[in-house]
């Protein structure tokens, strides 16, 4: 199995890890009482990223490996554990409300608004460029921000539906 191979199967598994993680604790937020806002455009966010992972492997599972970049790859990955431990039980991959609770201010929240966000927009482009696909880089890095653009603003949504929901 080449390198490309490897990282893009510790890529794949690391994620399904995430999507458990994040029903496990979306299901525990919806237990204390939480609610979905948005939910429609989930799907969309859910092809995107499916579709980066496909595209990587049908043309990047072979190619050389820019160490320099996966480097930057992998320290966005420090980074994105530290929004997951930051977050607790309160990250997910859905946009949830749970009345009562504050904003987190803490870890990478004190410096940016979206820090996981960013971490995305980096990995979008930095796996494929490490792999030698600039192409695959531009598009997703698109695709991405359109996502990002609908998501931004439902969290914007939700987040003053907290402000309004009674304690």
Do not use: C
């Not at 299901?27 to 092809?47: M, T």
């Amino acid at each position: 199995m080449s390198l490309a191979s490897t990282i893009l199967a510790l890529v794949t598994l690391q994620r399904l890890g995430e999507l458990m993680l994040a029903h496990h604790n979306t299901k525990r937020l919806l237990a204390r009482g939480a609610f979905e806002i948005d939910a429609a455009h989930y799907p969309l966010i859910v092809a995107v990223h499916a579709a980066w992972l496909i595209v990587l492997w049908v043309y990047g599972r072979d190619q050389e490996v820019n160490l320099v970049l996966l480097t930057g790859f992998v320290a966005l990955q420090g980074v994105r554990v530290w929004v997951l431990a930051t977050l607790g039980l309160r990250w997910t991959t859905r946009i949830m409300v749970l009345p009562g609770e504050t904003l987190i201010t803490a870890g990478p929240y004190r410096y940016l608004a979206h820090p996981n966000y960013a971490v995305v927009v980096g990995e979008i482009a930095l796996l494929p460029l490490a792999l030698h696909l600039p192409a695959v880089a531009l598009v997703f890095t698109i695709l991405n921000g359109a996502v990002l653009f609908i998501r931004i603003r439902a969290e914007s949504r939700a987040l003053h539906e907290l402000s309004r929901a009674p304690s």
